[in-house]
C-alpha cells in the first residue's frame, strides 16, 4: 500500500467554520495515524468570493489547533505550487482539458448568457437545476477552430454520458450507483480561464498524489463526475471519505448567526482550542474505548475513519462548555490565569490579588466569560434580598444571622492575621463556644460580605481577598441593613 497522502484544501473566503476545521482535523489524523503526509492546499480559483486575509486566517487557524501541515505554500514538499491561482499561471489545467477535448471527454462551449438561460430547468435532490443540452457538442472541429480563432468567448465542458450508471465507492456509504441521465455535463474551464473548483480539485489531487479524499457528504453528489473524470484520465480513484452534516441543537445546518459556526468565534467566546478540537473530532467520529477527553496525540493514535458515522453530528454547546470545563480544570495554573487575567481585570478594578481569585474560580467556570458573574460581588456587594440569610440546613435566620454578625464584629476588628486560615480559626472558635455547626456563623458572614447565593469559595477565603478594611465595612453594612428590615 502507497503512504497515504491526505490534503486540507479550503477556499479564502473568511473564517474557518466548524465543519471545515473538522475536515482539516480528519485529514490530519488519517495522515499521521498511519505516518503519512498532511498538505495544505489553497483553493482560490473563485476570485468572485475571496476574502482579503482570509489566508492568513488559515494559517492561523492551523498552527494554534496542531495541525501542522507537512507541505504546503510555505513548505514546498515537491508538489508545488500549493496554490491554485498559481498552479494555473504553469497552465496546468488546460492542458489537462485540452486533453479531454483530445479524447472525446470535454468539449468547447460556446453557448452565451441567453440562451443559456432559456435552457429547462430540472429539479435534481431537491434543488433547481439548468441541465445543459449538449448543442456545442455537434459543433465540427473547423467550426470550433473557427469560433476560437475569432475570439468567441467560451468554456470547457465535461461530456458525461446520457446512459447507462456510474458506480463510486466511500468508505463510510459503501458503492453509490447513479444513473448517467443525472450528470450534468459541467463546466470544467469557465470563460475566465479559471478552471472551475470541481475540475481543479481532481487534477490536483491526482498531480499531488493525494490517496484519500476527506470531505463533507454535500459532495456526494458530485463524486460521479469526479469519478468519470480520473476514469476519463484512465487516472487511480482516491479513497473517498465523506463526513457528516454538523446541524446545531435544532437539527438545522450550523450558520454564522448561531454565533458558533467559525472556529474564531467560538475562541471570542472564551473556548480553549485543545477543548474545540477535541470536541469536533467527536463530531461524527466515535472513539473504541468509552471515553472523551482526548489530546491531539491521543486522538492521532485512536482515530480510525471507519468508525465515522453516517448519521449528522449535533453541535450541543452545552456539551462543549462541559468539555471546556473540563480542560480549564486540568489547565496549568499560570496558563490558567494569564488567559483568566483579562476578564478579571474588566469586572474588578480595586486592588485585590487577582491570582487568588483565580484560583478560587479555575474549577468553576465552563468558559472565560463565566468569571464575571462569579466575582463581581468582588468590586461591590449587590443589593440582596436579607431572606438570603435564612438557611435551614445551616438553621440560619435573618434574626440569627443578626446576632452572629453584631458578636463577630468586635472580634474580627480585633483580628490582625486577616489570612484564609486565621479568620477560619477565628470564626471556628467563635461557634465552638456558642456550641452550633460551623454553617451557623460561616453563612451569614459570606452573605455579608458577598451578598450571594453562591460564590467561588467560602467566607474566610473571601475576606483573605478583600481584606480587614473591606470586610469589616460589609459586615457593618450587612447589620445595618438587618437592622433596618427587622426592627
Not at 437545476?129 to 468567448?153: F, N
Not at 476514469?231 to 448567526?257: C, M, Q
Not at 474549577?363 to 440569610?389: C, G, K, L, S, W
Request: aromatic share 10%; proline share 4%.
Amino acid at each position: 500500500m502507497s503512504k497515504i497522502r491526505t490534503r486540507y484544501a479550503p477556499s479564502p473566503t473568511g473564517k474557518m467554520h466548524v465543519g471545515n476545521l473538522r475536515s482539516a482535523l480528519y485529514e490530519f489524523l488519517i495522515a499521521k495515524h498511519d505516518g503519512g503526509d498532511f498538505m495544505l492546499r489553497i483553493e482560490d480559483t473563485d476570485q468572485e468570493r475571496f476574502v482579503e486575509g482570509a489566508i492568513e486566517i488559515i494559517y492561523r487557524t492551523m498552527e494554534k489547533t496542531g495541525l501542522i501541515h507537512d507541505e504546503g505554500p510555505n513548505k514546498d514538499g515537491g508538489y508545488g505550487p500549493y496554490v491554485q491561482s498559481e498552479r494555473m499561471k504553469t497552465g496546468i489545467y488546460m492542458k489537462y482539458a485540452r486533453e479531454l477535448v483530445e479524447k472525446g471527454e470535454a468539449y468547447y462551449c460556446f453557448c452565451d448568457k441567453e440562451r443559456l438561460a432559456a435552457l429547462k430547468s430540472e429539479v435534481v435532490e431537491g434543488k433547481e437545476i439548468t441541465v445543459y443540452d449538449k448543442h456545442c457538442l455537434s459543433l465540427t472541429k473547423e467550426e470550433v477552430e473557427e469560433k476560437l480563432a475569432a475570439g468567441v468567448p467560451y468554456v470547457i465542458r465535461q461530456n458525461n454520458p446520457t446512459e447507462g450508471t456510474t458506480t463510486f465507492h466511500d468508505e463510510l456509504y459503501g458503492d453509490i450507483t447513479v444513473p448517467n441521465s443525472e450528470l450534468d455535463d459541467m463546466i470544467l474551464i469557465k470563460s475566465d480561464g479559471y478552471p472551475t473548483y470541481n475540475f481543479a480539485n481532481v487534477v490536483d489531487d491526482h498531480t499531488m498524489n493525494i490517496t484519500h479524499v476527506v470531505r463533507g457528504n454535500e459532495y456526494l453528489s458530485s463524486s460521479p463526475k469526479y469519478v468519470r473524470l480520473y476514469e476519463a484520465f484512465g487516472w487511480e480513484v482516491p479513497t473517498y471519505v465523506h463526513l457528516p452534516l454538523i446541524t446545531d441543537e435544532n437539527h438545522k445546518k450550523l450558520s454564522k448567526r448561531s454565533g458558533h459556526a467559525s472556529f474564531e468565534d467560538l475562541i471570542e467566546q472564551g473556548f480553549v482550542t485543545e477543548a474545540v478540537v477535541n470536541y469536533i473530532a467527536l463530531l461524527g467520529w466515535s472513539p473504541e474505548e468509552n471515553r472523551e477527553i482526548f489530546s491531539l496525540k491521543e486522538l492521532t493514535e485512536q482515530f480510525d475513519y471507519h468508525r465515522i458515522s453516517k448519521s449528522p453530528a449535533v453541535f450541543d454547546i452545552v456539551k462543549l462548555k462541559w468539555m471546556n470545563g473540563e480542560y480549564l480544570k486540568a489547565m496549568d495554573f499560570d496558563a490558567f490565569y494569564e488567559m483568566a487575567e483579562p476578564y478579571i481585570k474588566a469586572v474588578v478594578h480595586k486592588d485585590y490579588d487577582f491570582k487568588k481569585i483565580a484560583a478560587l474560580i479555575k474549577t468553576r467556570i465552563e468558559i472565560f466569560p463565566d468569571i464575571a458573574e462569579h466575582i463581581d460581588f468582588f468590586e461591590q456587594v449587590p443589593n440582596y434580598d436579607i431572606a438570603m440569610y435564612a438557611h435551614k440546613k445551616m438553621k440560619t435566620t435573618p434574626e440569627s444571622s443578626l446576632e452572629v454578625l453584631r458578636e463577630l464584629l468586635p472580634l474580627l476588628e480585633a483580628q490582625e492575621d486577616y489570612s484564609n486560615d486565621a479568620l477560619y480559626q477565628l470564626l471556628t472558635d467563635y461557634v465552638a463556644k456558642k456550641e452550633c455547626k460551623n454553617g451557623y456563623a460561616m453563612w451569614p458572614v459570606r452573605t455579608a460580605v458577598s451578598g450571594k447565593q453562591m460564590t467561588p469559595g467560602g467566607a474566610t477565603e473571601i475576606m483573605e481577598i478583600i481584606g480587614k478594611e473591606e470586610s469589616i465595612a460589609r459586615v457593618q453594612a450587612a447589620i445595618e441593613k438587618l437592622e433596618s428590615e427587622l426592627l
